[in-house]
């Protein structure tokens, strides 16, 4: 059974900084594209970064710049650093696998999702 759970998400300062964890189980882990999206109340689930396999990433352009994403295959996790983090950040924060290794922009590309971590940041 795949399991993704989530963890770090919490309440910041604009400025402030968080560091995301999403630790995968019951998949071959480096052969699997991951990637985070995000959700705010009201509005559409957002893709916010995504690395392939074969560690190349990619970023919506509203976080380059302030958003890390990277991979440890020997622990079978991803990690989102997020540095100066905004109000507009606020959101439920997910990530997702998926099999063929991509990092895709289209939620019909990922089999599994975690439950999801909520991030806060008061102005």
């Known amino acids: 059974q795949v399991q993704l759970v989530e963890s770090g998400g919490g309440l910041v300062q604009t400025g402030g900084s968080l560091r995301l964890s999403c630790a995968a189980s019951?998949?071959?882990?480096?052969?699997?594209?991951m990637a985070w999206w995000r959700q705010a109340p009201g509005q559409e689930r957002e893709w916010v970064a995504g690395i392939t396999r074969t560690t190349i990433t990619t970023y919506i352009d509203s976080v380059k710049g302030r958003f890390t994403l990277t991979r440890d295959n020997a622990k079978n996790t991803v990690f989102l650093q997020m540095n100066s983090l905004k109000p507009e950040d606020t959101a439920v924060y997910y990530c997702a696998a998926d099999y063929r290794g991509g990092s895709s922009r289209r939620h019909q590309e990922y089999a599994y999702w975690g439950q999801g971590t909520q991030v806060t940041v008061s102005s």
């Open positions: 019951g998949l071959t882990f480096s052969s699997y594209g």
